[in-house]
């Protein structure tokens, strides 16, 4: 089983570029979730969705990032325009449904995108 | 609010036993283990339930005490790849909260020969 792949893996940037990050979560994983670590601090949640609907969206930082998940598959992540401190590592995770009986959510990471703007 | 790890970083040699902590201030629903190597994917290792309930690999264990928030992962017999720096998610879930987790600092484990 394939896991959860992200694109690039690295990508340079000059402030006020705009940048668009991939997400292909674990095929038939109906949850994708966005997280971040910035340099030196701990990973911070961003938002999450299911299938193609975003079920939490407070930790996004600001309205320069949009998520979309079109179709309930891939997610993309634009940073529009980027400033400095949105240099960082973006994650994607992915987890199954809810399962019967106690509810648990079990996340697969994927390699992260190193974002560094100048 | 984050949840606070410790140690910060843990050096052993091989074969000897560690044990990381997460503490929350917050009544949690869950509680998830990674580990991750430099430049990789977090790996999952465990996962742990308000009720007791909990998956992970088989060579992991861990503990969650709901009374006090707290955590600890357990690893015995360590071997080199145990090296990397490892994480707590909590989640308190609710609402639209479930698979919110919200991460420790880490814990930078090495292990030596």
């Known amino acids: 089983e394939a896991g959860v792949t992200q694109f690039p893996s690295h990508s340079v940037i000059e402030k006020g570029q705009t940048v668009t990050l991939r997400c292909d979560p674990i095929?038939?994983?109906?949850?994708l979730y966005w997280y971040r670590r910035v340099m030196g601090k701990e990973i911070k949640f961003l938002l999450h969705?299911?299938?193609?609907?975003?079920?939490?969206e407070s930790g996004m930082p600001n309205n320069r990032f949009l998520a979309e998940r079109t179709g309930g598959t891939y997610s993309t992540l634009k940073v529009q325009p980027a400033e400095l401190e949105d240099s960082g590592v973006y994650f994607c995770?992915?987890?199954?449904?809810?399962?019967?009986?106690?509810?648990?959510?079990?996340?697969?990471f994927g390699p992260g995108t190193r974002l560094t703007v100048t | 609010q984050q949840p606070v790890q410790s140690p910060q970083a843990v050096i052993l040699r091989e074969g000897e036993d560690a044990v990381i902590n997460c503490s929350s201030s917050?009544?949690?629903?869950?509680v998830h283990w990674y580990r991750q190597k430099h430049g990789e994917a977090p790996v999952f290792l465990m996962i742990?339930?308000?009720?007791?309930e909990q998956k992970g690999h088989e060579k992991i264990s861990a503990s969650f005490n709901e009374k006090k928030q707290q955590s600890s992962l357990y690893l015995t017999a360590s071997q080199l790849s145990y090296s990397g720096t490892y994480f707590c998610g909590t989640e308190i879930g609710g609402g639209t909260s479930y698979g919110k987790l919200t991460f420790g600092q880490g814990t930078i484990l090495t292990v030596h020969p």
């Open positions: 095929s038939g994983h109906d949850n």
């Open positions: 917050k009544a949690l629903y869950s």
């Open positions: 742990l339930l308000k009720g007791g």
């Open positions: 969705f299911v299938k193609e609907s975003k079920q939490d």
């Open positions: 995770a992915s987890s199954k449904g809810k399962l019967a009986g106690p509810i648990y959510y079990e996340q697969y």
